[in-house]
Structure formats: structure tokens, C-alpha cells
């Protein structure tokens, strides 16, 4: 079984940074693509950025040119650096790990809170 856990989390005020860190307990290349998405509250998961096994990346258009989604192969560990976080960025973060036509792995969340 595999395991996501992620960490970086925390509170905020607008304008500022965070970096969030998933450690998988396997290797990551194993996977077709690492992501994170978000959940606010009452809303939709939602996808934030995509890293492919090729490193190509893709993300959604409310964080481009704000954050940026990288991985370290040897570490096994993925990465999302945020930038000029807005209250709207408020959610719980969640890595996510693909591989294709099988069941995609989730962890637990960290909590962002971004203060106006």
C-alpha cells in the first residue's frame, strides 16, 4: 500500500509563501504523474497541478504564475511552492499519485489557511 504524506501546511497572510512536501513510501517514477489538488470548505476536490513521470506539468488556471509543482525522484518526494497566496487559496491540500487504469493513492491533507 502506498503512502502519501504530506506537510508545509500552515497559516498565512496574503501575499505570502508556503511550500507543501509529499513523501511517498515508494518510488514516485513508479507513477505516471503526482499532483495536488485542494478541497475548501463546502467545495469540490479540485485539481491544482499535475507533474508527469517526464516532468511535464500542467496547472490550474487560478494558480498560474503562482505556484509551482516540482518532484525529486531520489527522495521520492513532491513539492508545490505557492506564491502570492490569496485568501481563495484557503483549503486543504491533498498529493495525489497516478498510474494509469489503476486506483490513484491519496493522502491525508494539510491545512492552509490564507488571511486577508
Known amino acids: 500500500q502506498v503512502q502519501l504524506v504530506e506537510s508545509g501546511g500552515g497559516l498565512v497572510q496574503a501575499g505570502g509563501s508556503l511550500r507543501l512536501s509529499c513523501a511517498a513510501s515508494?518510488?514516485?517514477?513508479?507513477?505516471?504523474?503526482m499532483a495536488w489538488y485542494r478541497q475548501a470548505p463546502g467545495k469540490q476536490r479540485e485539481l491544482v497541478a499535475t507533474?508527469?513521470?517526464?516532468?511535464?506539468?500542467n496547472y490550474a488556471d487560478s494558480v498560474k504564475g503562482r505556484f509551482t509543482i516540482s518532484r525529486n525522484n531520489a527522495k521520492n518526494m513532491v513539492y508545490l511552492q505557492m506564491n502570492s497566496l490569496k485568501p481563495e487559496d484557503t483549503a486543504v491540500y491533498y498529493c495525489?499519485?497516478?498510474?494509469?487504469?489503476?486506483?490513484?493513492?491519496w493522502g491525508q491533507g494539510t491545512q492552509v489557511t490564507v488571511s486577508s
Open positions: 515508494e518510488n514516485i517514477f513508479s507513477f505516471d504523474a
Open positions: 507533474i508527469t513521470s517526464a516532468g511535464r506539468t
Open positions: 495525489n499519485a497516478q498510474r494509469l487504469l489503476r486506483p490513484n493513492y
